[in-house]
Structures are given as C-alpha cells and as structure tokens.
C-alpha cells in the first residue's frame, strides 16, 4: 500500500498560527511557483480513502480498503468501506480493468491501480457538506503502478466508472500571490460546490494548487494547498471551529 503523501501549504506559518505573504521554501513549493497554467480544485473536509486494486491469475481481480494510514479489514473506519461500496459501480471497474490490463489472459499480475478520494458526510469531521444520514465520495488522484496520473486522465477514468472527482474551482496562470488567495478563498471563489449539490450553502474548506500533467521534484510530486483556516489567528481559529460543529 502507498501511503498518500501529504500535501504542503503553500505559505509559512508564522509563530501565531497563521500563514504569512512568505512563500513556503520546500522543492515542490518553489517548483509550483514556476509552473505556467494551474489546476485550483476544490479540498474537502473529509477522511482520506483508497480503493485498491489488482490482479492475480489465480484470484482474478481482488480490491482492498484503506483509510489514510491503515487496510480496513474487520471494523470499518469512518464509514469508508461502506461508502465505497455503495457508491462504486464494481462491474465498470472490472471492465475498464480488464479493457486496460488484461488483455493476455495468460498474464501471472496486472498493474496495481488505486484510485484516493475524500468520503465525507454525516458523523465524518463537521458534516457540513451533507444533510443528516448521507455520506459520499469525491475522488483527487488515481495512481496506476509508480505514475500518478494528470487531472484529466483522472476525471477521463473516472467518468468511464462512474466516479466523481473533486470540482474544479478554477484554473490560474501562476501561482497567485498570498493577498490574490485571500481574496479568491474569501470573497470570489469562496463557496463549497460539493455542499452545493447537496442544497446547502456552505464556505469552503480550501483550495488544491496542481499542474494541469504530473510533474516530480526529487522530494516528490509537485502540488500545493491552501486552507481558510491558515489564514485565521487562534482565536479566530477556535472560533471558526466551534460554529462548524
């Protein structure tokens, strides 16, 4: 199992809990920065979940289950395995597999695919996103072997299972300023879609900064986020906090 990275905020943090105009000085950081024609997604307050999935000759096609940290084999954890079979169409899966892997039959392994995404809703984080007793999925990254794959690999899969992906807020021509974030996370672009197609009128969590293709530094995948609450103080914070829930 591959561990999904952390993603880095984009900005420091100063010492009183809240992001500066100083841009974060970590590889993918600085390599954002000079990227021409970025993807800005939407982040979604949820619990990170993987649906694993490969081949074996004598198993045929085998999935497994995972939270950000741990396989789910017994207790479920945060409702993930059941959100995930509820929602998933198996039988796409399985013929977009064997469409894409499994084309000699004689073959020992296919590829391993995992497909992350958010499920969030009722009794998982604040639940703001959903009305009472609904959970759902969003995938943010599809990973075939070694390659993660480009947004629009991803949404084009995904449409072929069934799948929804994160929203697209918005695409940029670099990376903007703290100031231009502020205003676009607080006053343009400020609104959760995701909370939308439920009927509820909520401000979103924050923002994922991606290439439109995936690229790599020797630190990792170049990829950045933004959320409201790193620009806050504590008090503010706490205060944010305790209203969400």
């Known amino acids: 199992m591959v561990k999904y990275p952390k993603i880095e905020t984009i900005f420091k943090r100063d010492n009183n809990f809240r992001i500066t105009p100083i841009l974060n000085n970590s590889d993918t950081i600085k390599a954002l920065k000079l990227i021409k024609d970025l993807i800005v997604e939407e982040k979604i307050d949820g619990t990170n979940a993987c649906l694993l999935i490969t081949y074996n000759k004598y198993l045929g096609?085998?999935?497994r289950y995972f939270s950000r940290n741990n396989e789910i084999i017994d207790q479920d954890i945060m409702y993930i395995k059941?959100?995930?079979k509820r929602v998933i169409d198996f039988s796409k899966i399985e013929k977009w597999y064997i469409d894409n892997f499994i084309q000699n039959k004689?073959?020992?392994?296919?590829s391993e695919v995992r497909i992350y995404g958010e499920v969030f809703g009722d009794k998982i984080q604040k639940n703001y996103y959903t009305p009472k007793g609904i959970r759902d999925f969003r995938v943010?990254?599809?990973?075939?072997?070694?390659?993660?794959?480009?947004?629009s690999d991803r949404n084009n899969i995904c449409q072929l299972i069934d799948l929804?992906?994160?929203?697209?807020i918005m695409t940029i021509?670099?990376?903007l300023s703290y100031?231009?974030?502020y205003n676009a996370l607080h006053r343009d672009f400020n609104k959760s879609i995701v909370a939308n197609e439920f009927g509820r009128d909520e401000l979103l969590e924050g923002y994922i900064i991606r290439p439109k293709i995936s690229l790599y530094t020797n630190k990792g995948r170049v990829i950045g986020k933004i959320k409201r609450t790193d620009f806050m103080t504590k008090n503010e914070y706490y205060k944010y906090m305790k209203k969400e829930k």
């Open 61 to 63: 096609i085998t999935y």
């Open 82 to 84: 059941e959100t995930l």
């Open 106 to 110: 004689e073959i020992e392994e296919g």
């Open 140 to 151: 943010f990254d599809i990973r075939i072997g070694n390659a993660w794959l480009s947004p």
């Open 164 to 168: 929804q992906t994160v929203p697209t």
């Open 173 to 175: 021509p670099y990376l």
């Open 179 to 181: 100031e231009e974030f």
